[in-house]
């Protein structure tokens, strides 16, 4: 090997992050979803074709970009949400990488039609990441993305998404978890114009239960409540006799980030004791608030790993919250006091 060492091109750069960030059609909802969250939108569409490998389009009523610089959201770390590397310990916005926009537009064909309130919007075309249309557009407040033929130019990564089944149910998780952790928003799936997920938007985090699992199964959920120093815990829980299969109906989320953290979903499952058949799981929304020094988010490109300092505090408070909530509910008579 004697060749010259060169920066790669910025198309090749994004194509590689891409294969961190973007694994599968869901993870291209995920992002465009966090963005239209971190816009302060009040509502959210997603429109899905052939599972988000025809198309995938994210409409919501946000902020918007303005238009002269929806050109620089389509270059790498470029971002809105870090400005100082101070903040990247403070970080209150879903997104902080600058990477996501890139990084789908790399491996698609994507659409953006922008536009803030009360100005002229703008409308891009790009083609695996080049510009090929670039024009003014309505001024309708907000952002509509529609991404298609995703992995078009990564054949590779196109051979191992799933069967179109698995894709629409990791899609349907991805907006079930950001409907529930954001019941303040209005959150609609549609599946090759059927609708499949809908939630009213009222704040009101059951509701958002009842939108996702159904109101039968919200109305049997308890709320629980507790708070150390570090940590406020509060959200819905089932009663041991509402159970899964699977442990998949437990949602975690801090500081309105769903994330994945096995040592704190074994404290929600723990709070149950031993009320719980084997191999049965409660269903589960649990959300913790907390100082963001206190949690570390850059950990993994996808942001659903997170580090917390004393999560063994945190377990423990999630554990009791649960225990003290249940015990209140299936007080059973103890079969001594009866003698
Ligand atoms: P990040 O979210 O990490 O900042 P992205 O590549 O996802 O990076 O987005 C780049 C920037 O584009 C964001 O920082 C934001 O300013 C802007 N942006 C993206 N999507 C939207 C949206 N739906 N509404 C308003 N602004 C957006
Ligand atoms: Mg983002």
Redesign the pocket.
Known sequence: MNQKIQIMSPTLANQIAAGEVIERPASVVK?LME??I??SSTRIEVFVEEAGLKSIQVI?N????ASNEVLS?FERH????LLNDEELFRIRTL????????SIASVSKLTIE?AEDGQAGKRLVLNGGKVIENQTASSRKG?LIKVEDLFFNTPARLKYVKTLKTELSHISDTVSRLALAHPEISFKLVSDGTPVIKTVGNKDQIQAIAGIYGVETAKKMKDIQHSSFDFEVSGFVSLPELTRASNNYITLIVNGRYIKNYALNRAIVDGYGSSLMVGRYPLAVVNVRMDPLLLDVNVHPTKQQIRISNEKDLGELIKEAIAKRLSKETRIPNALENI
Do not use: M, Y
């Open positions: 992002e963005n239209a971190d816009a919501d946000g902020d918007g970009i959201a470029a971002t809105s949400k997104g902080f990488r600058g990477e996501a926009l890139p922008t952002t």
